[in-house]
C-alpha cells in the first residue's frame, strides 16, 4: 500500500510503531503532489522545504523516544483563505497579492501543537463564495473522479487534495456548505462543527455570522482526530464558544441504537437529482437496519433559506472586504491620482466577478432605505429557520438529507448562471444559519461513477452524536473505501 493511501489513523499508527518514517510520508505525498496536482489544480502553494523538515524532525523525536503528539507527523493541507505566518495566504484572489500573513491563525498553531505537517495551501471560490472553485483567480480545481468536472466549492482544492491522495486530511471554511457540498461532489467526508466550536481568528472574513472552519478527511474517524485538535475556546474570538470538548473518537464504536434520526419532507424536493434521492433514501434504510428509529420532521422555513442567506452574506461580505482598499497590504493598482481613484482601481483589478457581484447585493441590502426591508427581514427569517431545528430537535437526535441536490457537474456548465450555481448549497445553508455542526459523508454513486453525499445535522455543540451516526453509517457501507480513478494511476 503506497504511503499517500493512508488515513490519518493509519499513518499515525504505522509512525508510532516504527513501520513507516514521515519523512518517507511527506516524501510520497510531494510525490503526488509534483505528479498529479498540474492536472488537478488543488494546490495554490506547496510548501516543500518546511514540511520536510519538520518530518526530519519528527523522526529524530520517534527515534528517541519522546512523547508524540495526536498528529505526529501527519501531513495536512490549509485552504487558502487561512493565515499562515511566512506562507503567502491569497484567499485566491489577486487583490492579496504577495500578502505574507505576519501570524498563524489559532487552527494552524493547534495543529502545530499536535504535531502536523503542514504540505500546503490549497485552491478555492476567490473569498469563498461559490461552489464549484472556478471562481479561482488563478485556476479552477478539477474532480478526481472526472477530471471535467467541477470538485464543488468553495473548500474544492482542499476536498481534491483529500480524495486524490495529495494529503491526508485538509482544513476547509463552511459559510453555506463550502466543506459539506464539495466533500459529497468528491467523495470525501466533510464537517462543519458548531459556530464557535472552532476559533476563527486568522480566518480571512467572508460573513463572520457564518464563517466556520472544519476537516476534509478520507473517513469519520480522522474527521473526529482533526476536530479534537483545533476545537476549543480561544481568547482571540469573542464568538468562540467556552465549552468542554468531549473525546471525540470515544463515541465512535457505540452505535445508533435507539438513535432517533428525522428526515425533512422539504429536503426532499423537484428538481433533484433521482439517483442523489435514491441514494439518500437507501441510506436512511441502512440507518434504520443499525437500529435508528426514523420519523418524518418538519423544517418548514426552509424554502427561505437561500434568499436569507444571499441577504446576509453579501452584506457582510460588503462590510468585511471593505478592507481591501490597495493601500495596507496586497494589491494597489496602479495610476491613481488620488485616495478614491487608487481604491477604485485596485478593487476593480483585484476582484473578480462573483465577488464584485456580492458586495454589490450586500451593499444594496445594507443601505438606506432598504437595511430593514432586506437585511433586517433576513435575520428575522433566520430566527424562524433555527427556531424549526428547535422544535425538530425536540423529537429527534439527528436530521438526515442530501447533501447537493446533484452530483458532480461539468466544469462551466452553470458559470453563466449565478442562481443555479447559488441552488447547490440548497441543502446546506440552513445548517450555517442556524449555527448547527452538520457533516457530508459518501452514500453512493451515479452510473457516471460520480460520488453522492449524505448529510447529518446535529443539535449544537452535540458533534459527538454526530460523529458517532456518521461513523456507523461509514462502517456498515463501503462507499469511503473507493478511490478514483486519478487516486490509483500514479500518474
Request: net charge neutral; proline share 6%.
Amino acid at each position: 500500500m503506497e504511503p499517500s493511501t493512508l488515513t490519518i489513523h493509519e499513518a499515525r499508527r504505522k509512525l508510532r510503531a516504527g513501520e513507516l518514517g514521515a519523512e518517507a510520508l511527506i516524501r510520497s505525498y510531494l510525490a503526488r503532489i509534483d505528479a498529479i496536482n498540474p492536472k488537478l489544480g488543488a494546490y495554490l502553494t506547496v510548501t516543500r522545504d518546511s514540511a520536510l523538515a519538520r518530518a526530519q524532525a519528527v523522526d529524530r523525536r520517534i527515534a528517541k523516544g519522546e512523547p508524540l503528539g495526536p498528529l505526529e507527523g501527519i501531513p495536512l493541507a490549509i485552504k487558502d483563505v487561512i493565515c499562515t505566518k511566512g506562507v503567502p495566504t491569497s484567499c485566491g484572489s489577486k487583490i492579496l497579492t504577495g500578502f505574507i500573513p505576519p501570524y498563524d491563525a489559532t487552527v494552524i498553531l493547534r495543529l502545530q501543537a499536535a504535531g502536523a505537517v503542514i504540505l500546503g495551501k490549497t485552491n478555492m471560490d476567490e473569498f469563498a463564495m461559490g461552489s464549484s472553485t472556478e471562481n479561482s483567480a488563478f485556476f479552477p480545481t478539477r474532480n478526481p473522479w472526472d477530471l471535467d468536472r467541477v470538485p464543488g466549492g468553495s473548500s474544492g482544492g482542499s476536498a481534491a487534495a483529500v480524495a486524490g491522495d495529495l494529503c491526508a486530511g485538509a482544513l476547509g471554511t463552511d459559510t453555506g456548505g463550502s466543506i459539506r457540498q464539495p466533500a459529497a461532489l468528491s467523495g470525501v467526508v466533510g464537517l462543519k462543527p458548531t459556530y464557535g466550536r472552532v476559533s476563527r481568528y486568522g480566518l480571512v472574513a467572508f460573513a463572520s455570522s457564518l464563517d466556520q472552519i472544519g476537516p476534509l478527511t478520507k473517513d469519520v474517524r480522522d474527521a473526529a482526530l482533526l476536530l479534537e485538535a483545533i476545537a476549543g475556546h480561544d481568547p482571540l474570538d469573542s464568538t468562540s464558544a467556552d465549552r468542554p470538548i468531549p473525546d471525540y473518537q470515544a463515541v465512535l464504536g457505540e452505535g445508533i441504537e435507539g438513535l432517533r434520526i428525522g428526515v425533512p419532507e422539504e429536503y426532499f424536493v423537484e428538481g433533484m437529482d433521482r439517483e442523489v434521492e435514491d441514494a439518500v433514501t437507501e441510506a436512511i434504510r441502512v440507518l434504520e437496519k443499525l437500529g435508528a428509529r426514523v420519523e418524518r420532521v418538519s423544517l418548514p422555513h426552509t424554502k427561505y433559506a437561500v434568499a436569507t442567506y444571499y441577504l446576509i452574506a453579501p452584506a457582510e461580505a460588503s462590510s468585511n472586504l471593505a478592507r481591501y482598499d490597495g493601500v495596507k497590504y496586497g494589491l494597489r493598482a496602479p495610476g491613481g491620482k488620488d485616495l478614491i481613484q487608487v481604491y477604485g482601481r485596485t478593487r476593480a483589478g483585484g476582484f473578480g466577478p462573483e465577488v464584485k457581484r456580492r458586495i454589490m447585493l450586500g451593499t444594496y441590502a445594507l443601505s438606506a432605505g432598504y437595511y430593514e426591508a432586506y437585511y433586517g427581514k433576513a435575520q428575522r427569517v433566520r430566527t424562524l429557520i433555527k427556531r424549526d431545528f428547535e422544535t425538530a430537535f425536540g423529537k429527534v437526535d439527528l436530521i438526515v438529507t442530501p447533501t447537493s441536490p446533484s452530483a458532480a457537474f461539468r466544469l462551466g456548465e452553470k458559470t453563466a448562471d449565478p442562481l443555479e450555481m447559488y441552488l447547490s448549497d440548497i441543502f446546506t445553508i440552513s445548517a450555517n444559519l442556524a449555527a448547527l455542526p452538520a457533516i457530508s459523508i459518501p452514500c453512493g454513486f451515479t452510473p457516471r461513477g460520480l460520488p453522492i453525499g449524505l448529510q447529518l445535522i446535529g443539535r449544537a455543540l452535540d458533534e459527538a452524536t454526530l460523529l458517532r451516526g456518521a461513523h456507523a453509517y461509514e462502517q456498515a457501507t463501503d462507499w469511503h473505501r473507493r478511490r478514483p480513478p486519478l487516486a490509483g494511476t500514479g500518474t
